[in-house]
């Protein structure tokens, strides 16, 4: 199974982006759906996690009520809704899923897409 994170792109701050995560196979199951961020020259952080059903739903430190992960169940995708974007949000998103039932480290994960650049700049 493959992953594909698409929206990315160049934000002024405050700006809106949403990102999208979807499996190359519709019928793919998983128990947690997360994302990830990595700026340059930084290590890959959390930044949020959804259950299969479409909830519970976690975030990365200081992120809730700015960011927020949803499950399209037609379609199979989860998105993320990055409002009120700062610089320092800047870098590329992942997507990944896991089986498991833990979702909040990078080694949890099974499945990984290939990213998506995010760049918040004036």
């Known amino acids: 199974v493959q992953l594909q994170a698409s929206g990315g792109g160049l934000v002024q701050p405050g700006g809106s982006l949403t990102l999208s995560c979807a499996p190359s196979e519709r019928t793919f199951t998983y128990n947690y759906m997360g994302w990830f961020r990595q700026a340059p020259g930084k290590e890959r952080e959390f930044v949020s996690a959804?259950?299969?059903?479409?909830?519970?739903?976690y975030y990365g430190n200081r992120l809730r009520g700015r960011f927020t992960v949803s499950r399209v169940n037609a379609r199979n995708t989860v998105s993320l809704q990055m409002n009120s974007l700062k610089p320092e949000d800047t870098g590329v998103y992942y997507c990944a899923a896991t089986s498991g039932t833990q979702y909040y480290t990078v080694s949890d994960y099974t499945y990984w897409g290939q990213g998506t650049l995010v760049t918040v700049s004036s």
């Open positions: 959804i259950a299969w059903r479409g909830s519970p739903t």
